[in-house]
């Protein structure tokens, strides 16, 4: 073979080695390409699916149950008629009312239902609906079915312990109501110390 010829042979190989490394590139980059692909096909799925054989899913659905137009409280004694049909019951039931910015009571919720003297109240369970609702403040109220309106000592603690976790929380505790079948107690107003600090 002369020196022609083998300078020919060796342009002709070195081309092909050029363009065979050049299509190695381009898959390469193809497969990099499907891979962002992949990624972002990942990310857009519902997290659901990676999650549904390791951890169960909780949600969190608020139901609305049907009612009357908001009302608007300016003063205790507008709120009064909401506190009526706490008078009645032998037992004793711990309520949370749901105001918005302007005051309106939007909704309420039955944070427990006690025995003749006691019902267990705790800021979780007072706030949670609270939080769901987008409340704004709460009015928390409770009866006494003896007929006592006093505030006992654990009236007292659990109405600084929830004005101190409404604080934290960004909801504010406006009162702390006692009902019996005869009258109301307003700690706002006859302990008004309690939101001083």
């Keep these: 073979m002369n020196t022609k010829a083998k300078s020919a042979a060796s342009a002709v190989k070195s081309q092909v080695g050029s363009e065979a490394k050049s299509s190695v590139r ?3 980059f193809a497969g990099s390409g499907n891979s962002d692909k992949a990624v972002r096909r990942k990310s857009s799925r ?3 699916r990676d999650y549904q054989f390791i951890i169960p899913q909780y949600r969190l659905i608020l139901v609305k149950e049907p009612g009357v137009k908001p009302v608007r409280i300016t003063s205790p004694v507008s ?3 909401f506190l009526k049909p706490l008078a009645l019951y032998s037992e004793e039931h711990f309520i949370a009312f749901h105001l918005d910015a302007k005051f309106q009571v939007v909704g309420y919720h039955e944070v427990s239902k006690g025995t003749l003297n006691a019902s267990l109240v705790h800021p979780r369970e007072v706030f949670k609906a609270a939080l769901l609702s987008n409340a704004f403040a709460i009015i928390v109220a409770h009866n006494h079915p003896s007929g006592s309106i006093e505030a006992s000592m654990e ?3 659990t109405t600084k312990t929830l004005i101190k976790a409404g604080r934290i929380l ?3 505790v406006i009162d702390h109501c006692i009902v019996s079948s005869e009258s109301v107690n307003s700690l706002r107003e006859t302990s008004p110390e309690f939101w001083a600090d």
């Design 170 to 172: 960004g909801i504010s």
């Design 155 to 157: 009236d007292i603690e």
């Design 46 to 48: 519902p997290l659901k």
């Design 79 to 81: 709120f009064h008629h």
């Design 26 to 28: 381009r898959q390469d």
